[in-house]
């Protein structure tokens, strides 16, 4: 028997709420970036002129930080994005015990290594491993079988300087850092600390043990020759400062709040990247239905740097940055690429990658800024069911927007026995949002890998 994730059922219920409840005048509500599963501690990567996120995963009706795996997410136009599932948990491991928290993907020699924080069963203690796959979206395996290093602090943060030194960055309520050999897996110059003082990461009041905001989740990079530490500040709750200096071990200054505190998470994590001529900073909040502290969601907001390279401070919003290319319809679209869903989920498909599935009666999905041209006469999609199937309705606009054609999705013997359907449609035309809205009777309806208008 299939059974959905529980905070899904309040998601089904409460969405539209949520968007009318948060959704600005325009209606193109985007923030937080996934609906379906909630998601923490954004870490992004471009690679190969793509956009991808790796994040941390926050278990539905969690009262604690309770994670047990990784998730990878992508997008060409910073509006849809792509579910690659979950290539990494605690299970890639096989010294780990619990708490898949925080950490950060980079790219090196054709290889991808993705850095994690996780209690290492031997000793009871925070370590740091690296995990190491051949493609962004993995799938990633452990690659030394040990920790990294162990010092029962968490958070990595790597960078690659421009003369090839790569450095590893981790601490709360510290702060680290080793020099990355070029094999990407050991170091060199053994652990080194960096002094926390007022001078370079701001003056706490009224906690002797901690002088300085820093509190944890370092985010280190490098622009137009100035070194960022970006980081999350003062708990709790948390909000997001930064420090810059000279060089990638400072001495650092601290500049001042990137996000003050906000939303309703008690932490915050930053990610910040230049993608495509834009900047972009990635953090979470506690934004849907049944979020908070232990149930967070990834955002992101467009940014440009002040003309001095200091960085403006920012705050939440539900409308995300701009989409900056519009989505090619013509194409073979994977279903998981959503801007905003409602009742969705999604699971690794027989067919390779993921598909949607657990649909059920007026569970939607919409997908931004689709050129049509001239317009399309039909649409295709991958479907399977173990039910009686339904109907995949395409609308325009909204979710309950002009229908643009009905495709009939018939039984298809099993979740994951696939077939293609296709059906007229009419009235498209321009660039415009794209609704594809699932119809039938009670239950599961049916799943949905792949769709492409013609």
Known sequence: ????????????????????????????????????V??????PMVHNGRLYLYTGHDEDGSTNFTMKDWRVWSTVDMVNWTDHGSPLSLATFSWARKDAWAGQAVERNGKFYWYVPVVNNATGRMAIGVAVGDTPTGPFRDAIGRPLVENGEI???????????????????????????????????GVNQIPLTTAGFGTRTGD?????????GPWVYKRNGLYYNVFAAKCCSEFIGYSTAPGPTGPWTYRGTVMPTQGSSFTNHPGLIDYKGGSYFFYHNGALPGGGGFTRSVAVEKF?????????????????????????????????????????????SSEGGMNVGWLENGDWIKVRGAAFGAGPSRFSARVASASAGGTLEVRLGSANGAVAGRCTVPGTGGWQRWTTVSCLVSGVSGTQDVYFRFAGGSGYLFNVNWWQFS
Not at 21 to 30: E, H
Not at 165 to 172: P, S, T
Not at 208 to 216: N, V
Not at 311 to 334: C, F, K, V
């Open 1 to 36: 028997m299939r059974q959905r994730r529980i905070h899904r059922r309040l998601a089904a219920v409460a969405s539209l709420a949520c968007l009318l409840v948060l959704t600005p005048a325009t209606g193109k509500a985007d923030n937080p970036i996934v609906q379906h």
């Open 155 to 189: 958070d990595p943060t790597v960078f690659i300087d421009s003369d090839g030194q790569a450095y590893l960055y981790w601490g709360d309520p510290n702060l680290w850092y080793v020099r990355l050999n070029s094999d990407m897996t050991s170091y060199s110059g």
């Open 208 to 216: 002797a043990k901690r002088p300085t905001l820093y509190e944890e």
């Open 38 to 43: 909630y998601t923490a501690d954004p870490s």
């Open 304 to 348: 440009t740097y002040n003309s001095d390279g200091t960085i403006p401070q920012m705050n939440m919003t539900t409308s995300g940055p701009p989409q900056i290319e519009s989505l090619n319809p013509y194409a073979r679209q994977e279903a998981e690429t959503i801007a905003w869903g409602s009742g969705v989920e999604t699971e690794p």
